[in-house]
C-alpha cells in the first residue's frame, strides 16, 4: 500500500512516499533552521508561515517519485505548535477528500518511536522507547499499538531544548544538539562536574533545567572571580556527560525493572554520537538489545508518520474530514475521535 506522510507539527515540513509503512520512496524535509536561528528558538508564528510556503513544493516533490497515486494518507494532528499543525492537517484534508482516499491522523511521539520499522530494525513488541527530542523527554513501555505506558518524562525542560538553551548562551549556534555533539568530542567530559538532576530518585522522570542553570552559573562565577575562561569544547563536554549519565542511567533501569530486552531511541537527540556509543555499551553489559533508525530518520520526518500511519490503518483507525489538531498530544493517549 502507497502511503502519503505529512509531517508539520514545528520547524520541519515535510511529505513522504513509504511503501507498506516500510520502503521509503521518497522523504522530502525543508528546514526552517535559517528562519529561526537569529532568535536561538523556533517562533511559532515565523514557522506557521514558512509551512503555508512550503508545504506545497515539499508535497510535489515527495509525489514526484512515483506515478502512482498514494492509496492512503497520513498526517501529523499533534503534539505540537498548533499553527504548524494545522497547514499538514488542512493539506492532508484537502488531498485525501480530493483524491478520495482515506487518512490516518497520526501522534508525532508515536512516529519518533516507531521510526526503526522504516530501516526493519523496530523490535517485536512489548520493548522499551526513550524518546528525546526538542519538545520531549520520555521513557515509555510500548506492549502494543494501544497500550503505551508513559513510565516517565522531565519534569521542565527537554533534553534538546537543554542542548540548544546551553549553546545559545555559549553563543555556539543554533540548533544546539549538534553543535554541542561535535564539540564535546573535543572536550574532557570530566573537567567540570555538573550536577546529574534526579540520578537516585527512584522513579524514571527527569529534570533538565538545572542543568542549564548551572552551566550559567558555573560560566559567570569563573568570570567574577577572574579566573581564565574554560574551554567551550570542555565546558560542552562536561554538560553532555552530565545530561546524558542520566538519560542512559534511567533508561537502563527502567528495562531491567520492566523486563524488557528491547531498547528504541527515538527523536532528535538521537542522533546524538555520544548518547548511542554510551547507550549501546549499556545495553550491551546489561543484555539488552538497542535500535535507533539513521540520523534523517530520527529528525522530524514524514517517512516516520507515514509508518504509523500505515500501522494505525491496519489495525482499522481512520480519521474524518473533520480531523483536528492536539497541540497537547500525549503518548499513549488515545487520538480524539479516531
Ligand atoms: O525530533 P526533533 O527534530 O524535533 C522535535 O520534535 O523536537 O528534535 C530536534 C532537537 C533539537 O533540540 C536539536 O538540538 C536536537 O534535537 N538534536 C540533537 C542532535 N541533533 C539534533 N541533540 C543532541 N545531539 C545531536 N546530534
Ligand atoms: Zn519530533
Not at 522523504?27 to 536561528?37: E, T, Y
Request: glycine share 10%.
Amino acid at each position: 500500500m502507497l502511503v502519503l506522510g505529512i509531517e508539520t507539527s514545528c520547524d520541519e515540513s515535510s511529505a513522504s512516499l513509504v511503501v507498506d509503512g516500510k520502503r521509503v520512496l521518497s522523504n522530502v524535509v525543508a528546514s526552517q533552521i535559517d528562519l529561526h536561528k537569529a532568535y536561538g528558538g523556533v517562533v511559532p508564528e515565523i514557522a506557521a508561515r514558512a509551512h503555508v510556503e512550503s508545504i506545497a513544493p515539499v508535497l510535489a516533490e515527495a509525489l514526484a517519485a512515483t506515478e502512482e497515486r498514494p492509496e492512503l494518507l497520513a498526517v501529523t494532528a499533534g503534539p505540537g505548535l498548533v499553527g504548524s499543525l494545522v497547514v499538514g492537517v488542512s493539506a492532508a484534508k484537502a488531498i485525501a477528500w480530493s483524491w478520495g482516499i482515506p487518512m490516518v491522523a497520526v501522534n508525532h511521539l508515536e512516529a519518533h518511536l516507531f521510526a526503526p520499522a522504516l530501516e526493519g530494525s523496530l523490535p517485536e513488541m512489548p520493548f522499551l522507547a526513550l524518546v528525546v527530542s526538542g519538545g520531549h523527554t520520555l521513557l515509555a513501555q510500548v506492549s502494543s499499538l494501544d497500550d503505551i505506558e508513559v513510565l516517565g518524562q522531565t519534569r521542565d525542560d527537554a533534553v534538546g531544548e537543554a542542548y540548544d538553551k546551553v549553546a545559545n548562551f555559549l553563543g555556539l549556534g543554533y540548533p544546539g544538539g549538534p553543535i554541542i555533539d561535535s564539540l564535546a568530542a573535543e572536550g574532557d567530559p570530566r573537567a567540570i562536574d555538573f550536577p546529574r538532576a534526579m540520578l537516585h530518585s527512584g522513579d524514571y522522570d527527569f529534570s533538565l533545567s538545572g542543568l542549564k542553570t548551572a552551566v550559567i552559573r558555573y560560566m559567570a562565577r569563573q568570570q567574577s572571580e577572574g579566573k581564565e575562561p574554560p574551554s567551550v569544547a570542555d565546558v560542552a563536554a562536561s554538560f553532555q556527560a552530565a545530561a546524558l549519565e542520566v538519560l542512559v542511567r534511567k533508561t537502563v533501569a527502567a528495562a531491567r525493572d520492566r523486563g524488557l530486552a528491547d531498547v528504541v531511541i527515538g527523536g532528535g537527540v538521537a542522533c546524538n554520537s555520544s548518547l548511542r556509543e554510551q547507550l549501546a555499551r549499556a545495553c550491551d553489559t546489561e543484555g539488552l538489545r538497542l535500535a535507533y533508525t539513521s540520523v534523517g530518520l530520527c529528525t522530524d520526518n514524514a517517512a516516520m508518520v507515514a509508518a504509523v500511519g500505515f500501522m494505525r490503518y491496519q489495525s482499522g483507525q481512520r480519521s474524518g474530514l473533520d480531523a483536528d489538531v492536539y497541540p497537547n498530544l500525549r503518548l499513549g493517549e488515545q487520538m480524539p475521535g479516531s
